[in-house]
């Protein structure tokens, strides 16, 4: 990463899934930070990406949302947490990809700053782990309620490991309860 970038990024154990890392200044009046810049993206990134939407949600503790994707309009998301944290995951739909069938996941906190990239045709979804989040994400392409799909959180072939404490069962919506089996989900 050259000096001048006030942006760090790492590549996950599926590289294509990278955490961001903007440089945060504080002093004794609290901090700040670019939360995206495009030019400092693009190069720290190699990436050529437009973003056209952002989304902000506000979550209770224990709340997963996901596994979503769409089949159409694929998205590419860079996420983000502004307040609480959330353990966020990414998995690979790629048929072509080496990570084929692969999850990461990554913790993203208003205090740690860290963001994830998650690059088109990954099925993303995150728990939120404190008592309240608030998420954010820009796309890459717009919400097609058409080409909604959504990959069953708890798979056993995926066996993600979610932090949920024992006896926790985590608050969803119909939608995302009904999430489809690894087998069965559509893939890209």
Known sequence: MPNNLKLQVTPTAIPDVLILEPKVFGDQRGWFT????????????????????????????WTLRGLHYQLKHTQGKLVRVTQ???FDVAVDLRKESLTFGKWVGVELSAQNHKQLWVPPGFAHGFLVLSETAEFLYKTTDYYDPLSEACLAWND?????QWPLPNGVTPNMNAKDLAGLAWNVTPKF
């Open 84 to 86: 609480g944290s959330v």
């Open 34 to 61: 670019e939360s995206f810049n495009a030019d400092d993206f693009s190069k720290a990134t190699n990436l050529d990406v437009a973003f056209v939407q952002d989304n902000h949600s506000f979550s209770r503790q």
């Open 156 to 160: 056993p072939r995926l066996a993600i």
